[in-house]
């Protein structure tokens, strides 16, 4: 018999699988205090919560026996990854439970905004009929932008399309193939802006989503513009999104969540423009059950050694296996989250290949490490260990992996090679004895590159004075370069620059570099 606890207050429906195991044993103490949960905990095989239980590093001590915690839920900040990987626990989540709960909320919002229904609801409790203040506009024949095309992004446009708008959808990992599928125009953000007259927003909050829809976006979107925000807050910029109110470019907006939460003293709350709720996204009995199934039955699975899909933290991986590719994991995910900003359109093909001694392991951990890096880049902490194979094949995402004794002149070598619809691009690297994790190729150039901190990726021909000139422009700028790196084909022809600098570089900086006539492009890497 299997043992589980659960300790914050569940769905009984949820948590029915687990009741119904002839092999569980579940027992339900919500509220212990701190002292409490450390002295129950060691009996038991996995542990169940939601938000309030603080799952640490004592605890997870205390829990000898613990197999699995399960998080009812996405966040998982109440819970010491690190602490429960180092005690080989596994923490799983259930990302996939409000999907149409968050899916109906923007919806619901998308029609408030778009006629009126809370500011006109207020009027009439307040005892004043009033129908001339409150004339909105029709879903019908309307473009509806959508920025993220995960699950919920998806959701949302199928209903669209009900109300017989036309839906342009963006997404890193949004194919034509796929857009046709659903019925919607494969676009970039800037046709959404330039072309949508409602714009929601559907995608993870990562330093390439911050303020996606800023100042600049504003000024380009159709006068009327109505815009959605039921996915985090911090993706629209507030302070450009209150200017464009301000100004009449946006007609209305919808928000649920914001930058700073509860939002005090947020000027958007009193525009009545503006209708909001207070991160109601998830918020349904359905949603709240469904959270429960999926954690519930995951930790079944995880008891019964069954396959798995939404651990947080890295699976449990053969003692004799990790002592090999342990060393790689950092490598092999600095690599995919370099290939990944250097890489521009829809990924297609993710192909990984080991070389040298690699090859002659297991190297199916490896190649999930690679795939997070990939993907993360994108979607953030949506993404883990685990799930990255899945997350890749629902975005018809092919990943192949090849094998090979030959060494290439390295003792090992990973090299990531990543196909879009509009080009194809590799990296590779390897450990270097005193020196660590290096990448030793990018495309067809040869370099020697730590992958850390703040990168300058620099495309240019081979001219006398190019290096001299991008030193001085970051010079000038007070930024320090720390090292650089260059590789050529042919003397005169194509060559690359790789700088590892100090501090990030503002967008100007980096427009300065690209105006140089020698330069093909210029991209920033953080690693």
């Given at each position: ?136 506009v029709e879903l019908n024949n309307k473009v509806l932008g959508i920025i993220g095309m995960g699950r ?217 490490t690679i795939l997070k890096g990939i993907l993360s880049f994108h979607l953030g902490e949506e993404v ?59 495309d067809d150039f040869a370099i020697d590159v730590a992958p850390n901190g703040h990168l300058l990726y ?70």
């Amino acid at each position: 018999m299997f043992k589980v606890l659960i300790s914050d207050p569940l769905s009984e429906f949820g948590i029915q699988k687990l009741l119904d195991a002839p092999d569980v044993e579940v027992v339900q103490k919500p509220g212990l205090s701190p002292s409490d949960l450390l002295a129950e905990i060691g009996d038991y095989d996995a542990l169940l919560v939601r938000s309030q239980t603080q799952v640490t590093t004592d605890v997870l001590a205390a829990g000898k026996k613990l197999k699995a915690i399960g998080r009812a839920g996405v966040g998982v900040d109440n819970i010491d990854i690190n602490a429960a990987t180092q005690a080989g626990v596994v923490v799983i989540n259930a990302p996939d439970g409000n999907t149409m709960s968050t899916c109906e909320h923007s919806f619901a919002m998308l029609m408030a905004v778009a006629r009126n229904i809370p500011q006109a609801h207020k009027k009439l409790t307040d005892g004043k009929w009033d129908r001339k203040s409150f004339q909105g506009v029709e879903l019908n024949n309307k473009v509806l932008g959508i920025i993220g095309m995960g699950r919920i992004g998806t959701e949302v446009a199928k209903r669209a399309k009900a109300f017989n708008m036309t839906v342009i959808g963006y997404d890193p990992f949004l194919t034509e193939e796929r857009a046709q599928k659903l019925g919607v125009i494969h676009g970039s953000v800037e046709d959404i802006v330039l072309q949508a007259d409602f714009i929601t927003v559907h995608t993870p909050l990562i330093k390439e989503t911050r303020h996606i829809l800023s100042t600049r976006e504003f000024e380009k979107m159709k006068t009327g513009v109505r815009v959605i925000n039921c996915a985090r807050g911090g993706i629209i910029d507030e302070k450009a999104l209150y200017e464009a109110i301000l100004t009449g470019k946006v007609a209305g907006a919808a928000l649920d969540v914001f930058e700073v939460e509860p939002p005090v003293d947020n000027p958007l709350i009193g525009l009545p423009q503006v209708v909001v709720t207070p991160h109601l996204g998830a918020s349904t009995l359905e949603a709240q059950e469904n959270v429960a199934i999926d954690v519930s039955e995951e930790i079944i699975k995880i008891l019964r050694d069954e396959p798995f899909k939404n651990a947080v933290n890295l699976p449990s991986i053969p003692a004799h296996v990790m002592e090999k590719v342990q060393p790689y994991f950092v490598l092999g995910e600095k690599l995919g989250h370099f290939i990944a900003q250097v890489t521009v359109g829809s990924i297609q093909d993710v192909t990984i290949a080991y070389s040298g001694e690699l090859a002659e392991f297991d190297t199916a951990p490896l190649t999930r490490t690679i795939l997070k890096g990939i993907l993360s880049f994108h979607l953030g902490e949506e993404v883990n260990y685990v799930n990255a194979p899945h997350l890749a094949k629902t975005r018809d995402i092919h990943v192949t992996e090849q094998k090979s004794s030959s060494n290439k002149g390295f003792t090992n070598l990973i090299t990531v090679s990543l196909k879009t619809n509009q080009q194809t691009r590799l990296v590779a690297g390897t450990l270097l004895n005193g020196y660590g994790a290096r990448i030793v190729k990018i495309d067809d150039f040869a370099i020697d590159v730590a992958p850390n901190g703040h990168l300058l990726y620099v495309h240019h021909n081979d001219r006398p004075g190019v290096i001299g000139r991008v030193g001085t422009i970051l010079g000038t700028n007070d930024v320090n370069i720390a090292t650089m790196q260059v590789g050529r084909r042919d003397v005169g022809g194509d060559a690359i620059m790789m700088l590892t600098i100090d501090k990030a570089v503002t967008a100007e900086i980096l427009d300065t570099l690209g105006e140089m006539s020698e330069i093909k492009s210029v991209t920033q890497i953080d690693l």
